[in-house]
C-alpha cells in the first residue's frame, strides 16, 4: 500500500482533520473546531490516516473536562477499505492503552438510504476488524413544535374529574421530593425513555436507569407522577434546564401498563412547552417498537442513531 500513514493530530493541526469531506452531511454534531476549544476533543486523541497525503480516514475520542472515564470513539470517518481503518484503530488503542467504546453516528433513516448507508458500513466493519463488538442501536427522537393533541390542553390534566373530561385514563402531579423519585424508580423494570444515559456513565460514572438523580440536577418537583385511580403507574423526569430540553427519563412502574404511556409523553411535553421548549429530544433503544410509535404519535421523528460498540 503506497505511503500510507497513520499518526495522531499535533496542536494546530485541526484544518488536516476538517480537509476530508463530511461523508454524512446530514448528520448534525458537534465540529471538530467546537470540540477543540470545549476541551472534549485532544489533538493526541485524534488520529489520522493519510493515502498519498490525502485523509482517508479520521477519528477523535471525546473526554469531556471533569470525566471519570476514558476517552470514547465520537468521531470515525472512512473513505477507504476497512482494513485501513482497523489499523487506524489498532495504533490509537495502543496509544490509549488499549480499545474503547465507539458509538457510530448515523442518520435515523441510515438503513433505507443507500448512500447513508455506504457511509455507515465501512466505519463499522473497520471496527470489527478491530475487535469492536456491536451492542445496540439507539435512536434519538425530536418533537419541533407539532400540537401533542389538537383541540386539548394536556396540561389542564390535574384531577380526576380533568381526565374524565378528555377521556384520559391518567392524572398527573409533580413528585413529591427526592425519597418519592428514588422510591418509584426502584420500581420501574426497565425505562422506557433514557436521553443521554451513555453520557451519564461515560462522564460521571451513573446509570441512568437506577439513579437518575446522580446525573439529573433539577428540583424534584419537575419529575411527574402518573397515577390510575390515585395509585402511581408510572414517572417521568423532564429536563428543560439540560443542553437543550429532553424527556431525560420515562419510566412504567411494575407491572408495566404501556397503554399510559402515550399520556406521559403528552404531559412531559406539554410541560417543557410551557417552560419555552421549541425542540425536545427523547433517547429510545432501537428494539422497543412500541415506545418508539407512542413516541411518533406525540408528534417526535427520529433525527439520529447511534449504535454502540464495545471492547470484547
Known amino acids: 500500500m503506497a505511503d500510507l500513514v497513520i499518526r495522531p493530530l499535533t496542536a494546530g493541526e485541526e484544518h488536516v482533520f476538517d480537509s476530508m469531506p463530511d461523508p454524512q452531511p446530514e448528520l448534525r454534531q458537534v465540529g471538530y473546531a467546537d470540540g477543540l ?46 482494513s485501513v481503518g482497523a489499523a487506524l484503530l489498532a495504533a490509537a488503542h495502543r496509544s490509549l492503552g488499549g ?26 466493519a473497520a471496527a470489527r476488524l478491530a475487535g469492536l463488538v456491536e451492542q445496540g442501536e439507539r435512536l434519538r427522537m425530536a418533537w419541533t413544535g407539532t400540537p401533542v393533541a389538537p383541540g386539548s390542553d394536556r396540561r389542564a390534566l390535574r384531577s380526576a374529574a380533568d381526565a374524565a373530561e378528555t377521556g384520559a385514563r391518567c392524572t398527573f402531579r409533580p413528585a413529591a421530593d427526592v425519597a418519592e423519585i428514588e422510591a418509584l424508580t426502584a420500581r420501574v423494570g426497565e425505562p422506557d425513555v433514557l436521553t443521554g444515559a451513555e453520557i ?63 399520556e406521559m409523553l403528552a404531559d ?15 433517547d429510545v433503544d432501537a428494539d422497543r417498537p412500541g415506545v418508539r410509535a407512542d413516541l411518533e404519535r406525540t408528534a417526535f421523528a427520529p433525527v439520529r442513531s447511534r449504535v454502540h460498540f464495545a471492547p470484547a
Open 200 to 262: 451519564a456513565r461515560l462522564v460521571r460514572g451513573v446509570d441512568l436507569a437506577r439513579e437518575p438523580l446522580k446525573w439529573l440536577s433539577g428540583p424534584p418537583g419537575d419529575w411527574r407522577v402518573a397515577l390510575v385511580d390515585g395509585e402511581p403507574v408510572g414517572l417521568t423526569g423532564p429536563a428543560g434546564d439540560a443542553c437543550y430540553p429532553m424527556i431525560a427519563y420515562l419510566g412504567l412502574l411494575d407491572p408495566p401498563d404501556p397503554a399510559v404511556r402515550a
Open 99 to 124: 480499545p474503547t467504546g465507539y458509538y457510530a453516528s448515523m442518520p435515523a433513516s441510515w438503513r433505507q438510504v443507500p448512500h447513508q448507508q455506504a457511509a455507515a458500513r465501512p466505519p463499522m
Open 268 to 282: 412531559a411535553v406539554s410541560g417543557l412547552v410551557a417552560g419555552g421548549a421549541l425542540e425536545i429530544v427523547a
Open 37 to 82: 476549544a470545549g476541551g472534549g476533543y485532544r489533538p493526541e486523541h485524534t488520529w489520522i490516516a493519510q493515502l498519498d497525503g490525502q485523509v482517508v480516514a479520521r477519528a477523535a475520542w471525546l473526554l469531556p473536562p471533569g470525566s471519570v472515564g476514558r476517552p470514547w470513539l465520537e468521531r470515525f470517518d472512512l473513505t477507504a477499505e476497512p
